[in-house]
T-cell receptor, first 115, second 111 residues
Framework: NAGVMQNPRHLVRRRGQEARLRCSPM?????VYWYRQLPEEGLKFMVY????????ESGMPKERFSAEFPKEGPSILRIQQVVRGDSAAYFC?????????????FGPGTRLTVL | KQEVTQIPAALSVPEGENLVLNCSFT??????LQWFRQDPGKGLTSLLL?????REQTSGRLNASLDKSSGRSTLYIAASQPGDSATYLC??????????FGAGTTVTVRA
């Protein structure tokens, strides 16, 4: 059973471009969580999604950031018009339908660098 | 809002010494508390999960304690090895899905 997969592992964008980060949950997992780790800081919760539903987006910046988890395919975290402050590691986690996300499995992360 | 603090930020010990990593949290109404290991450029590996009704959890050389009343958790690693060198993250959950992380303690075990 493959773990949580994220791609790309490293992403470089220039200011003003769009960044798309993908997360494929573990097989059988229908809950996905995104976290952001800024340099020298702890991971911060961004959003919790179930298939085709956003459950909690309280940690998402109000502008430029969006997330989706379609019925088919990976979850996508989209950042429009990136700025240097968006440079961070973005981690995805997943959990089974009948288990709490506090026991979720984390992916390897996508490291975004904005030039 | 849950705030999680880890002290010290970095720790260097000789091989064989026992490690003690501290974590404090501000809201004692936690659902559970987890310790993770993070290696450079890698994802997070869950080490131990302590439910709110538990006082400690053990796995091999690792033992974690939880004291909700004082808002503290401690991770003990016995007989440290160079392979234990990593960043250790503490995370408190105030519901069944949202984790609040500390900034971590970076451990170096010298051979």
């Amino acid at each position: 059973n493959a773990g949580v997969m994220q791609n790309p592992r490293h992403l470089v964008r220039r200011r003003g471009q769009e960044a798309r980060l993908r997360c494929s949950p573990m097989k059988g997992h229908s809950h996905v969580y995104w976290y952001r780790q800024l340099p020298e800081e702890g991971l911060k919760f961004m959003v919790y999604l179930q298939k085709e539903n956003i459950i909690d987006e309280s940690g998402m910046p109000k502008e430029r950031f969006s997330a989706e988890f379609p019925k088919e395919g990976p979850s996508i975290l989209r950042i429009q018009q990136v700025v240097r402050g968006d440079s961070a590691a973005y981690f995805c986690a997943s959990s089974p339908q009948f288990d709490g996300g506090a026991a979720a499995f984390f992916g390897p992360g996508t490291r975004l660098t904005v030039l | 809002k849950q705030e999680v603090t880890q002290i010290p930020a970095a720790l260097s010990v000789p091989e064989g010494e026992n490690l003690v990593l501290n974590c404090s949290f501000t809201d004692s109404a936690i659902y559970n508390l987890q310790w993770f290991r993070q290696d450079p450029g890698k994802g997070l590996t869950s080490l131990l999960l302590i439910q709110s009704s538990q006082r400690e959890q053990t796995s091999g050389r690792l033992n974690a304690s939880l004291d909700k009343s004082s808002g503290r958790s401690t991770l003990y690693i016995a007989a440290s090895q160079p392979g234990d060198s990593a960043t250790y993250l503490c995370a408190a959950s105030s519901n069944d899905y949202k984790l609040s992380f500390g900034a971590g303690t970076t451990v170096t075990v010298r051979a």
